[in-house]
T-cell receptor, first 114, second 110 residues
Framework: DAGITQSPRYKITETGRQVTLMCHQTWSHSYMFWYRQDLGHGLRLIYYSAAADITDKGEVPDGYVVSRSKTENFPLTLESATRSQTSVYFC?????????????FGPGTRLTVL | GQNIDQPTEMTATEGAIVQINCTYQ??????LFWYQQHAGEAPTFLSYNVLDGLEEKGRFSSFLSRSKGYSYLLLKELQMKDSASYLCAVSGAGSYQLTFGKGTKLSVIP
């Protein structure tokens, strides 16, 4: 029972490079979410998806791109990484809409942009 | 928009009881969640309140007052493993999203 997984768990990259963070869930949950967590800010929503091919912006979407061609995968791409995108990134999924159901979080990806 | 406030840090003694408060202002309300997050780990679900009142689950209880925009998480018989951050999260009416507070870091001391 894999649940929700993220890869890589740790990533160091340089300013200007493209980086893709992967998220995979085995529950067939409809809803998936990407958050970033920074000291002093808590968890902030980047993008979310209600189903395959349906995505929408969250609170802090600038500099990020998402896609969802399959229900189980929800990759997050940083098109041109900046130092301000150094953070811990969490993917989450839920069976129902985020406000009506528990969100289950992946283990996180710690990204450092040099 | 939504605004969620909770204390930044708290310290409590092993075996004691601690109450972590959360106040919120939202445009509409669907429900309130509490999550636990140990250092370096992912948040894990603790409780969900949608109606006023107290929800009890073992050593943990969560209370909600919708009219006051207030919730608390009560932890009884504290154990060292309860040292973690506790996140309050609120969903507004008609929203797919959760808005998280900045979290309360609880330290349990012997």
């Amino acid at each position: 029972d894999a649940g929700i997984t993220q890869s890589p768990r740790y990533k160091i990259t340089e300013t200007g490079r493209q980086v893709t963070l992967m998220c995979h869930q085995t529950w067939s949950h409809s809803y998936m979410f990407w958050y970033r967590q920074d000291l002093g800010h808590g968890l902030r929503l980047i993008y979310y998806s209600a189903a395959a091919d349906i995505t929408d912006k969250g609170e802090v979407p600038d500099g990020y791109v998402v896609s969802r061609s399959k229900t189980e995968n929800f990759p997050l791409t940083l098109e041109s990484a900046t130092r301000s995108q150094t953070s811990v990134y969490f993917c989450a999924s839920s069976r129902l809409a985020g406000g009506a159901d528990t969100q289950y979080f992946g283990p996180g990806t710690r990204l450092t942009v040099l | 928009g939504q605004n969620i406030d909770q204390p930044t840090e708290m310290t409590a003694t092993e075996g004691a009881i601690v109450q972590i408060n959360c106040t919120y202002q939202t445009s509409g309300f669907n429900g309130l969640f509490w999550y636990q997050q140990h250092a370096g780990e992912a948040p894990t679900f603790l409780s969900y309140n949608v109606l006023d009142g107290l929800e009890e689950k073992g050593r943990f209880s969560s209370f909600l007052s919708r009219s006051k925009g207030y919730s608390y998480l009560l932890l009884k018989e504290l154990q060292m493993k309860d040292s973690a951050s506790y996140l309050c999260a609120v969903s507004g009416a008609g929203s797919y999203q959760l808005t998280f507070g900045k979290g309360t870091k609880l330290s349990v001391i012997p």
